[in-house]
């Protein structure tokens, strides 16, 4: 069975750095495109940054030049290295990924939603 752990949030000071982490874990799988979204209480979810398998990125205008979207692809996981943190980067965030399975049958590709993490950011 393949699930999305994220890992790395917590609460951290205006100014500071967090990294978090996205693992696909199962057996016979391959973590293709992985997005980063976030959502604030009151607020609807929003896109932070995204991967594809090639390495290929992009990011929300407002953590460009603070946040890294980067991944191992030998491990299945994706982080998100996120700097210069602002009180309004407070928010849960989640992974969506696309995972492929294979099998001796052949190989399809999954969407997988992480559990969420919470990044808190105090001014």
């Known amino acids: 069975q393949v699930q999305l752990v994220e890992s790395g949030g917590g609460l951290v000071q205006a100014g500071g750095s967090l990294r978090l982490s996205c693992a696909a874990s199962?057996?016979?799988?391959?973590?293709?495109?992985v997005v980063w979204y976030r959502q604030a209480p009151g607020k609807q979810r929003e896109l932070v940054a995204g991967s594809t398998s090639g390495g290929s990125t992009n990011y929300a205008d407002s953590v460009k030049g603070r946040f890294t979207i980067s991944r191992d692809n030998a491990k299945d996981t994706v982080y998100l290295q996120m700097n210069s943190l602002k009180p309004e980067d407070t928010a849960v965030y989640y992974c969506?990924?696309?995972?492929?399975?294979?099998?001796?049958?052949?190989?399809?590709?999954?969407?997988?939603w992480g559990q969420g993490t919470q990044v808190t950011v105090s001014s």
């Open positions: 199962g057996s016979g799988i391959s973590i293709n495109a």
């Open positions: 969506n990924a696309g995972v492929t399975v294979f099998s001796p049958f052949g190989q399809k590709t999954y969407a997988y």
